[in-house]
């Protein structure tokens, strides 16, 4: 939650002297770090991208390699897998006491 507030909060204080097509394009970029990472654009790499030093694509390729996507991914494909999932430590013990 720290994390889109501090975007909304770059993203206000830019809004005042940003043309509508920049706002347009920097909503996307931060829909591709939100949906990749699950975090807003770091702001090194919003001042970047708003100085016209790094694409769309290009960004979507750097987020891609970046740890947190890794990350984000795992946990995704986790929960969807349904690879952890909860046990009950008491009642595998049981079932092992009850086997023997």
């Not at 770059?10 to 809004?15: H, R």
């Not at 946990?75 to 595998?92: D, I, K, N, S």
Request: hydrophobic share 50%; proline share 5%.
């Amino acid at each position: 939650m720290k994390h889109m507030i501090a975007a909304l909060a770059g993203l206000l204080s830019f809004s005042a002297i940003a043309p509508a097509a920049d706002l347009v394009s920097l909503r996307q970029a931060e829909k591709i770090s939100l949906t990749l990472t699950a975090k807003p654009l770091s702001p090194e790499l919003r001042k970047s991208f708003l100085a016209g030093q790094i694409t769309l694509e290009a960004l979507a390729d750097k987020l891609s390699t970046d740890p947190d996507f890794i990350e984000n991914f795992a946990m995704f494909y986790t929960r969807t897998m349904g690879f952890q999932l909860p046990f009950h430590a008491y009642e595998l013990r049981d079932a092992a006491e009850n086997e023997s």
